[in-house]
T-cell receptor
Framework: GNSVTQMEGPVTLSEEAFLTINCTYTATGYPSLFWYVQYPGEGLQLLLKATKADDKGSNKGFEATYRKETTSFHLEKGSVQVSDSAVYFCALIGQGGSEKLVFGKGMKLTVNP | NAGVMQNPRHLVRRRGQEARLRCSPMKGHSHVYWYRQLPEEGLKFMVYLQKENIIDESGMPKERFSAEFPKEGPSILRIQQVVRGDSAAYFC?????????????FGSGTRLTVV
């Protein structure tokens, strides 16, 4: 079945540091890929997505590129802020009109001033 | 335009009691999804409902769990005779008819603790 493996935390960074959160997936065909963010006490929010190979999703300074050859969708940000402290989830929807998101375990990021 | 409303935010139940979790979708959203997040785990799909219909319940435990989305009112996830292993965060998402999972909006979740 489909699955997502993402880098486990928790991770603590200083403000303005570079961030990479690794995410790889297992799926048949061409899934759609997502990054969700969960701020403390809130629900999940869609951060960015990519629906086909080589697409790059971007939002709020975060980027991720859909790499079919390495089945990866790593999240990056060049300079993190304290307000980026949250839990980040990588997820996919399988090809063929599935209604289900398959999530990774999530990674908690803390950014210190 | 209120988002997806879940209540209660926190729920404590003793073993053997019933837990009822409510989800009011965003206005205009006709699809509701429930996910469960166990400690140290990612979210796992439980059930997908449209008004008065269960479309996919492949992620629901076979016993004690049920879900409904009536014509009027919120969607309800019901857990009968709760056990400690049911302690988790339960998230609801809703979506417009023509967006499916690409249009998910998540609620803030209900954190169930079974003591």
């Amino acid at each position: 079945g489909n699955s997502v493996t993402q880098m486990e935390g928790p991770v603590t960074l200083s403000e303005e540091a570079f961030l990479t959160i690794n995410c790889t997936y297992t799926a048949t065909g061409y899934p759609s890929l997502f990054w969700y963010v969960q701020y403390p006490g809130e629900g999940l929010q869609l951060l960015l997505k990519a629906t086909k190979a080589d697409d790059k999703g971007s939002n709020k300074g975060f980027e991720a590129t859909y790499r079919k050859e390495t089945t990866s969708f790593h999240l990056e940000k060049g300079s993190v802020q304290v307000s980026d402290s949250a839990v980040y989830f990588c997820a996919l929807i399988g090809q063929g009109g599935s209604e289900k998101l398959v999530f990774g375990k999530g990674m908690k990021l803390t950014v210190n001033p | 335009n209120a988002g997806v409303m879940q209540n209660p935010r926190h729920l404590v139940r003793r073993r053997g009691q019933e837990a009822r979790l409510r989800c009011s979708p965003m206005k205009g959203h006709s699809h509701v999804y429930w996910y469960r997040q166990l400690p140290e785990e990612g979210l796992k799909f439980m059930v997908y409902l449209q008004k008065e219909n269960i479309i996919d319940e492949s992620g629901m435990p076979k016993e004690r769990f049920s879900a409904e989305f009536p014509k009027e009112g919120p969607s309800i996830l019901r857990i009968q005779q709760v056990v400690r292993g049911d302690s988790a965060a339960y998230f609801c998402a809703s979506s417009p008819r023509d967006r499916g999972p690409y249009g998910y909006t998540f609620g803030s979740g209900t954190r169930l603790t079974v003591v």
